[in-house]
């Protein structure tokens, strides 16, 4: 007897549209789907068809990454993160591990609300001491805050779970990118000042679930400087 799941997979026409290049809130979706081998079409779009259709209603909040299945446009990453995760039985049922998981994909938008001016910034000195500023006193700040999460909720190995989830994905592609080197300016040192974290970052960037990867792969040869 097929499961109500995998009939709802059979019907539904999955499509992830961003640039081409990879960036956390389209890469945890694919990360996602790939690890329950579900399939979906990756769209790939110019920023100048982008920015002449962004006001119209394929996109619905004038923003990227959007996710389609069938007729309807899922916008915001939050949502996106979660569907993905119900297909993929990597987000929780409990009402509280769902709280928990929530919060990282929070932290998640929060962070990147934060770095977001300096990315586009077109003066370079300006931009520079923005940098400095997230690099010496608000993303220390804000990981801190991160790794006291992880110290007062982790149960095992994983983030706030007894299992995988999407939060494991959210964390570990953050982490990646705020210590791969394609942030100008910013070398956060978590080696020695949040050792807990870089363990468990360790810990996901080891892990067969994600290292063995399609997507993964991509991810680590294309990343770009920002």
């Given at each position: 007897?097929?499961?109500?799941?995998?009939?709802?997979?059979?019907?539904?026409?999955?499509?992830?549209?961003?640039?081409?290049?990879?960036?956390?809130?389209?890469?945890?979706?694919?990360?996602?789907?790939?690890?329950?081998?579900?399939?979906?079409?990756?769209?790939?779009?110019?920023?100048?068809?982008?920015?002449?259709?962004?006001?119209?209603?394929?996109?619905?909040?004038?923003?990227?990454?959007?996710?389609t299945v069938n007729n309807t446009i899922i916008s915001q990453t939050s949502a996106m993160i979660r569907y993905c995760?119900?297909?993929?039985?990597?987000?929780?049922?409990?009402?509280?591990?769902?709280?928990?998981?929530?919060?990282?994909?929070?932290?998640?938008?929060?962070?990147?609300?934060?770095?977001?001016?300096?990315?586009?910034?077109?003066?370079?000195?300006?931009?520079?001491?923005?940098?400095?500023?997230?690099?010496?006193?608000i993303l220390p700040e804000w990981i801190n805050y991160l790794?006291?999460?992880?110290?007062?909720?982790?149960?095992?190995?994983?983030?706030?779970?007894?299992?995988?989830?999407?939060?494991?994905?959210?964390?570990?592609?953050?982490?990646?990118?705020?210590?791969?080197?394609?942030?100008?300016?910013?070398?956060?040192?978590?080696?020695?000042?949040?050792?807990?974290?870089?363990?468990?970052?360790?810990?996901?960037?080891?892990?067969?679930?994600?290292?063995?990867?399609?997507?993964?792969?991509?991810?680590?040869?294309?990343?770009?400087?920002?």
């Open positions: 007897m097929i499961s109500s799941l995998k009939k709802l997979l059979q019907k539904n026409n999955l499509r992830l549209v961003y640039f081409d290049f990879p960036f956390w809130r389209v890469d945890i979706c694919r990360l996602t789907l790939e690890i329950a081998n579900i399939k979906y079409k990756n769209v790939v779009i110019s920023k100048k068809y982008f920015l002449k259709n962004k006001k119209t209603q394929e996109f619905p909040f004038g923003q990227l990454p959007i996710l995760g119900k297909l993929a039985n990597l987000y929780p049922n409990d009402p509280m591990e769902c709280a928990l998981v929530d919060q990282v994909i929070d932290f998640a938008n929060d962070i990147t609300y934060l770095i977001s001016p300096s990315i586009r910034e077109k003066n370079q000195k300006i931009k520079n001491l923005k940098r400095k500023k997230l690099n010496d006193i790794e006291r999460f992880f110290i007062n909720n982790n149960l095992n190995s994983y983030f706030v779970t007894e299992k995988f989830t999407v939060s494991d994905l959210i964390v570990w592609r953050i982490l990646l990118w705020l210590t791969s080197g394609k942030l100008e300016n910013v070398d956060l040192k978590i080696e020695q000042r949040f050792p807990r974290l870089n363990k468990y970052f360790k810990f996901i960037s080891n892990n067969s679930t994600v290292i063995n990867l399609k997507e993964y792969s991509k991810i680590m040869k294309n990343q770009i400087n920002l």
